[in-house]
């Protein structure tokens, strides 16, 4: 990336939670930012109007990624809007609860197409924009940590952050002869609305299953991405980075599940 006033970012999924606290936080760094919503346009105005307070410039649109294509689409016009863009951070995404065996094949499919076919069509777009204008950039992608480790019932959830994972580490080494840097931030639990949380203070809620002992705030993922796009992480390409509160290095079913601190002990 140019040296200079940091350039346009798009951020997907930005109407609430990680999304909102990631479009703020680039915004504090000095970006404009390109917002979308999916259902409720104005939770997506009130993140515009956090990031024009910042003194940047927001724009907003309507995001639906189960229809994939249209998903660049939108892309497109938000960095046409914005006059380019050099940052992309794709953090829209859907999960489902089911059982494998009783997952209908529509679910499995709303899920991928959301989490993966849309990523995919959000990266392709706003990299060829990036490539076009010669002045490299940065993807980052909001996977989770079942990118890394499975779940029972998550099947389809696991495969599509998973694929994103792969897709993540390609991206990096066919665009890194562009200077377009790409890696992923892996969310473990978050106190958001996706988890249920909607303005929960993290640190009031206890989890035994986590060894920090707790959710992480939304800005504390933020504040990851936000590095991650900046010039400071210029070297740093086709990695995932744990932002879980030691989760992962529990084991593949560690987490909010678990009530007790009997596993601290032998």
Request: net charge negative; glycine share 14%; charged share 20%.
């Amino acid at each position: 990336m140019p040296s200079g006033p940091p350039g346009p970012a798009i951020v997907t999924g930005s109407e609430s939670g990680i999304g909102r606290a990631v479009a703020v936080e680039l915004a504090r760094r000095g970006h404009d930012v390109g917002e979308t919503w999916f259902q409720s346009e104005a939770d997506g105005e009130a993140t515009a109007e956090q990031v024009r307070e910042l003194g940047r410039r927001a724009e907003l649109r309507h995001l639906d990624l189960r229809e994939p294509p249209a998903a660049g689409r939108v892309v497109a016009d938000l960095a046409e809007a914005l006059g380019g863009v050099e940052v992309l951070v794709n953090d829209a995404g859907t999960g489902a609860s089911t059982p494998l065996l009783d997952m209908t094949y529509e679910d499995w499919r709303e899920v991928v197409a959301t989490d993966l076919d849309g990523a995919f069509c959000c990266l392709q777009r706003a990299a060829r924009v990036m490539v076009a204008a010669g002045r490299g950039g940065r993807v980052v992608n909001v996977t989770s940590v079942h990118e890394h480790q499975p779940r029972v019932g998550s099947s389809a959830y696991c495969a599509a952050k998973g694929g994103l994972g792969m897709l993540t580490r390609t991206a990096a080494l066919e665009l890194a002869e562009h200077g377009i840097t790409v890696n992923a931030v892996a969310p473990g639990e978050i106190a958001t609305p996706m988890t249920g949380q909607t303005d929960v203070d993290p640190h009031t809620r206890s989890r035994p299953g986590v060894p920090l002992g707790r959710p992480g705030d939304a800005r504390e993922i933020a504040a990851v991405v936000g590095f991650l796009c900046s010039a400071e992480a210029s070297y740093v390409t086709g990695q995932s980075w744990g932002v879980d509160g030691g989760m992962l290095q529990m084991g593949p079913m560690a987490g909010s599940h678990l009530t007790s601190d009997d596993w601290r002990r032998v």
